[in-house]
């Protein structure tokens, strides 16, 4: 299975400011997914980051509270601007695995907005 | 759209005990059937699956079963160990990586 790299693993982060979760993987993949992980909560899909186009959002997520990028088919970045308290959660990068059923995740970048 | 239920939310085992950990789901659709382990500080990790088309499945100490006309499945976990002290998720699949359903989460706290 690829191995995924992801970083900060932590931050702590002032309201108002925005964070850059960066997320490599060792193989080239279609797509990358990023979930949110609320505190004591379940994995949240937010998008679908496909290489050379628009990530796709889930309901009640949108570009301009999670711009994602795309740049090529082994990285994406997921940014959290202009945050608030409520953002504090584990942002969780993932790819499906080589056979095609289930996921490989990241190790999480765990965040708290004071 | 698919609902994923899990229980219990938190478990204590002495070591050595089994452990069952127990999930429902709501879609028919659903044909996949992820069980994932995060340990802290981790992201989660696939420990063990299992398709619509199979009833029981085991690797080593732990085991899954489906129940389609139920719909539930659990994990059952022999023998436990400290390490196997975790948040475990179920999933729930019913096609595309936009049909999945993961559960609230079980802590299992194994007891030396």
Known sequence: ?114 | GENVEQHPSTLSVQEGDSAVIKCTYSDSASNYFPWYKQELGKGPQLIIDIRSNVGEKKDQRIAVTLNKTAKHFSLHITETQPEDSAVYFCAANSGGYQKVTFGTGTKLQVIP
């Open chain 1, 1 to 114: 299975s690829a191995v995924i790299s992801q970083k900060p693993s932590r931050d702590i982060c002032q309201r108002g400011t925005s964070l850059t979760i960066q997320c490599q993987v060792d193989s080239q993949v279609t797509m990358m997914f990023w979930y949110r992980q609320q505190p004591g909560q379940s994995l949240t899909l937010i998008a679908t980051a496909n290489q050379g186009s628009e990530a796709t959002y889930e309901s009640g997520f949108v570009i301009d509270k999670f711009p994602i990028s795309r740049p090529n088919l082994t990285f994406s970045t997921l940014t959290v601007s202009n945050m608030s308290p409520e953002d504090s959660s584990i942002y969780l990068c993932s790819v499906e695995r080589d056979r095609g059923y289930g996921y490989t995740f990241g190790s999480g970048t765990r965040l708290t907005v004071v």
